[in-house]
């Protein structure tokens, strides 16, 4: 019998109340094949082999001290991930939103976008510090 009895009936309901929650609301178009429910704001720079790699560490604790404590305080934050590129020796934060979210934040400068600008120009052998925004959207997988 492949029929809902009441108990999950009940269940099934409560799990779809809460799915918009989770789920980003919005939907924007950069044509009509390419659409998105989600921004990201990404903060990177480079940083130098010198000193056993210092710069990097330091980038870290910037990471650690400045961005999880500020973004723990962001309403409507999705993800916060953190790269690392030994090669191109990349360090990168990308914080994903959902697009009204996104824009609430936007309103605010990003915050705590300054104070890890700030941070990594403190740091010697950090170079090329820049901010980006641009679409980040699960292909397939569990976020899909």
Same mark, same amino acid.
């Given at each position: 019998?492949?029929? =809902? ?9 409560? #799990?779809?109340?809460? @799915?918009? !929650? ?13 659409h998105?429910?989600?921004? #990201?704001?990404?903060?990177?720079? !480079? ?14 604790? @910037? ?7 500020? =973004? ?5 934050? =999705?993800?916060?991930?953190?790269? @690392?590129?030994?090669?191109? !020796?990349?360090?990168?934060v ?11 934040? #936007?309103? =605010? ?7 890890v600008?700030? #941070? ?25």
């Amino acid at each position: 019998d492949r029929s =809902l009895t009441p108990v999950k009936a009940q269940q099934l309901a409560a #799990a779809e109340l809460d @799915v918009w !929650k989770k789920q980003p609301r919005n939907t924007g178009y950069i044509c009509e094949e390419v659409h998105f429910n989600t921004l #990201a704001r990404e903060w990177r720079c !480079k940083w130098s082999e010198e000193d056993q790699k210092r710069s990097l560490t330091e980038c870290q604790r @910037v990471l650690e001290e400045v961005v999880v404590p500020a =973004l723990r305080k962001v309403h409507g934050l =999705l993800s916060v991930q953190r790269v @690392v590129c030994g090669e191109s !020796k990349d360090f990168k934060v990308i914080c994903k939103m959902s697009l009204d979210a996104f824009e609430d934040w #936007a309103t =605010l400068g990003f915050f705590p976008e300054e104070k890890v600008v700030e #941070a990594f120009y403190a740091i010697d052998g950090i170079s090329k510090i820049e901010c980006q925004t641009y679409t980040l959207e699960p292909v397939f997988g569990p976020g899909k």
